[in-house]
């Protein structure tokens, strides 16, 4: 199972660029990496999902080192209406429930607090 | 567009009491989910399935049922309500397509207290 680890709160002003770093050590070969926003009394969100190198959207982009044992989700000019809690999810449920996998159920993490300051 | 409805939004339960969760998407997803969510924790997986007539437990499935008799909808019955059963349930669903990878759509959640 890819356990992710993420820092659990982080704090910004808005105008600048975030950088949110998720560590996964034991990524498994055909793991994605995928992004999810959670606003306070709403269901998560999908931001951004990438599998190597790097993957760009109009919210956000997602950089995959080489070795793929962590994953930056980079926010440019955060605004107050991106704070959020934002969670790092890494697996694949293709794999997981074709092949087997019974394991890998695609848990999520604490997540990271965003707090975004005017 | 509907995604994942979730039914009800708003509950309170007393001890003992049983109720279900219901939950319905339209877009053809093989696979849907039950999470919980405790408040300033994250999100942990009740139950789980990848097809009509397949169910599998996730995490913390104590205390919970679920079925699947259609590919659009995906109940959770708490067969006998406890406090510690106070939450917001979530309800997922995602394709196995294999180009998908792990977009997960999410419901807007239902709020449950035990009293």
């Known amino acids: 199972l890819a356990k992710t680890t993420q820092p659990i709160s982080m704090d910004s002003y808005e105008g600048q660029e975030v950088n949110i770093t998720c560590s996964h050590n034991n990524i498994a070969t055909n793991d994605y990496i995928t992004w999810y926003q959670q606003f306070p009394s709403q269901g998560p969100r999908f931001i951004i999902q990438?599998?190597?190198t790097k993957v760009t959207n109009e919210v956000a982009s997602l950089f995959i080192p080489a070795d793929r044992k962590s994953s930056t989700l980079s926010l440019p000019r955060v605004s107050l209406s991106d704070t959020a809690v934002y969670y790092c999810?890494?697996?694949?449920?293709?794999?997981?429930?074709?092949?087997?996998?019974?394991?890998?159920?695609?848990?999520f993490g604490t997540g990271t607090l965003l707090a975004v300051q005017p | 567009n509907a995604g994942v409805t979730q039914t009800p939004k708003f509950q309170v339960l007393k001890t003992g009491q049983s109720m279900t969760l219901q939950c319905a998407q339209d877009m053809n997803h093989e696979y849907m989910s039950w999470y919980r969510q405790d408040p300033g924790m994250g999100l942990r997986l009740i139950h789980y399935s990848v097809g009509a007539g397949i169910t599998d437990q996730g995490e913390v499935p104590n205390g919970y049922n679920v079925s699947r008799s259609t590919t659009e909808d995906f109940p959770l019955r708490l067969l006998s309500a406890a406090p510690s059963q106070t939450s917001v349930y979530f309800c997922?669903?995602?394709?196995?397509?294999?180009?998908?990878?792990?977009?997960?759509?999410f419901g807007e959640g239902s709020w449950l207290t035990v009293v």
């Open positions: 999810l890494v697996g694949d449920l293709y794999v997981y429930m074709n092949y087997g996998g019974a394991t890998n159920k695609l848990i």
């Open positions: 997922a669903s995602s394709t196995l397509d294999r180009d998908s990878g792990n977009t997960i759509y």
């Open positions: 990438g599998y190597k």
